[in-house]
């Protein structure tokens, strides 16, 4: 004998396994990887996209730092050189996707309609994180493959890994910077912001040269900004060392400011638009 729940007047009757899909941690969680696959899918569908994240650090290593043979044939300056355009990767790759997607997003008739069904936004938020994350660590394949072939970089397996985490974290306020540009700008402008912020952080945070070579107010500087900070820490988690508390605090800062920004944008946007 089965039971039926009576359905609420003028409410649609719900599909079966509904509830299951769309409720709960499992159904966000299947949400989040669907956001993720459609959005690699339509990244994908323009390979010229790839190029500007894919190819342009592992270009860099290969015309900037290679033909330098006394910092190539150094482990540890040659290993430096390596971590420095990792990090450039990842953050040209977060401050790409998420800026310019956004922006674009906002201004398609496809977005207002994600926002009316009843899917929660914070599994189309993870999904592109998931989605930017894996672009990002796509990215530094390259990097990796060059600095292994034609440079004297080395780590150990603990130390590579150690770095994949610490790139993870220090890329959060370029995340977050991505996000805010999105949400703040149009998509032209947004393309300008973007590659201003992304090379002005990339010199001088000392992801292009070593910040020994930088004048001492430069290097001053340098020190308060999020590219410089995640740079550090990353050799601090490959190679060891000493970590000063100006990286660490920095990171941190960063990360609950630019957090901040983004959230206060983003309601600002759906303020705007949907109330």
Do not use: C
């Not at 010229?48 to 033909?67: D, K, R, T, W």
């Not at 994180?129 to 292994?148: D, N, W």
């Not at 060891?240 to 508390?245: A, D, F, K, S, V």
């Amino acid at each position: 004998m089965s039971t039926l729940t009576p359905t609420p007047a003028g409410a649609a009757p719900a599909a079966p396994g509904r509830s299951t899909v769309l409720g709960g941690r499992t159904g966000i969680l299947a949400l989040t990887f669907v956001h993720a696959r459609i959005i690699l899918l339509e990244t994908f569908r323009i390979p010229a996209a790839l190029i500007g994240s894919l190819v342009f650090p592992g270009l860099s290593l290969l015309f900037f730092v290679v033909p330098q043979r006394t910092v190539a044939d150094n482990p540890e300056f040659a290993t430096q050189a390596v971590i420095a355009l990792s990090v450039f990767a990842l953050m040209s790759n977060s401050l790409f996707s998420f800026g310019l997607n956004i922006s674009a997003n906002r201004e398609q008739p496809w977005d207002p309609y994600l926002r009316t069904l009843p899917v929660p936004g914070i599994s189309r938020v993870l999904g592109q994180i998931f989605s930017t994350g894996l672009m990002g660590l796509v990215s530094i394949l390259p990097v990796i493959a060059i600095g292994a072939l034609f440079t004297a970089a080395e780590a150990s397996v603990l130390g590579i890994l150690a770095g994949l985490v610490a790139l993870g974290i220090s890329a959060l306020p370029f995340m977050f910077i991505g996000i805010s540009i999105g949400y703040s700008m149009s998509s032209k402008a947004a393309i300008a912001v973007v590659q201003i912020v992304m090379f002005g952080l990339a010199f001088a945070g000392g992801l292009f040269l070593p910040p020994y070579l930088f004048a001492d107010w430069l290097d001053t500087v340098s020190k308060f900004l999020p590219s410089r900070q995640a740079r550090e820490f990353v050799i601090w988690a490959v190679q060891g060392g000493e970590l000063e508390p100006w990286v660490w605090i920095g990171i941190l800062v960063w990360t609950a400011v630019t957090f901040a920004l983004a959230l206060l944008l983003f309601r600002r946007d759906e303020g705007r638009r949907y109330h």
